[in-house]
T-cell receptor, first 114, second 114 residues
Framework: GENVEQHPSTLSVQEGDSAVIKCTYS??????FPWYKQELGKRPQLIID?????GEKKDQRIAVTLNKTAKHFSLHITETQPEDSAVYFC?????????????FGQGTTLQVKP | GAGVSQSPSNKVTEKGKDVELRCDPI?????LYWYRQSLGQGLEFLIY????????KSGLPSDRFSAERTGGSVSTLTIQRTQQEDSAVYLC????????????FGPGTRLLVL
């Protein structure tokens, strides 16, 4: 079945460094790729998303890149801050058409050390 | 405005009992999703509702799980004859339609089956 692989499972960086999280997906019909941030004990919150008709999107310190040919997409956080510490999930839409179903990766625990 | 709400926030039950989890989506959101998040894991899709269409139940793990959405708003997820492996956080999300619309998550219901 469809799946999303996410790496690494844990990532520790020094404050100010960059962090990169990578995901691969299997469903060639996927066309929507959101990233969620989940702080401990809280609900997941969307931080950025990208659609299949673009290759890159930026929002301040956060950027996402998409390679549809290779079926992978990545999250880039620059100038990391301690408040960026959280679990990050990638997701990919399932199937063709206008479905809202998402398959999520297993998550990356990011620790930013001050 | 008010976000997605869920109740109860925590539920402890005995193996074999039935439980009902409630989700109140954001007003006006036509799509509603249920996910399950086991400890330290990603989000597992369970079921979604879109407008008046038949729900997509493809993620329900067994026939002990069912969900309904009354009047296109509130949804209830029912787990019958609970098992210990059902212990997890059950998250509800809603969106303004599908096809790449942002899914907003509720705080979740933490279910513990003893």
């Amino acid at each position: 079945g469809e799946n999303v692989e996410q790496h690494p499972s844990t990532l520790s960086v020094q404050e100010g460094d960059s962090a990169v999280i990578k995901c691969t997906y299997s469903d060639s019909a996927s066309n929507y790729f959101p990233w969620y941030k989940q702080e401990l004990g809280k609900r997941p919150q969307l931080i950025i998303d990208i659609r299949s008709n673009v290759g890159e999107k930026k929002d301040q310190r956060i950027a996402v890149t998409l390679n549809k040919t290779a079926k992978h997409f990545s999250l880039h956080i620059t100038e990391t801050q301690p408040e960026d510490s959280a679990v990050y999930f990638c997701a990919a839409s399932m199937g063709s058409g206008n479905t809202g179903k998402l398959i999520f990766g297993q998550g990356t625990t990011l620790q930013v050390k001050p | 405005g008010a976000g997605v709400s869920q109740s109860p926030s925590n539920k402890v039950t005995e193996k074999g009992k039935d439980v009902e989890l409630r989700c109140d989506p954001i007003s006006g959101h036509t799509a509603l999703y249920w996910y399950r998040q086991s400890l330290g894991q990603g989000l597992e899709f369970l079921i979604y509702f879109q407008g008046n269409s038949a729900p997509d139940k493809s993620g329900l793990p067994s026939d002990r799980f069912s969900a309904e959405r009354t009047g296109g708003s509130v949804s209830t997820l029912t787990i019958q004859r609970t098992q210990q492996e059902d212990s997890a956080v059950y998250l509800c999300a809603s969106s303004l339609g599908t096809g790449g619309k942002t899914q907003y998550f509720g705080p979740g219901t933490r279910l513990l089956v003893l």
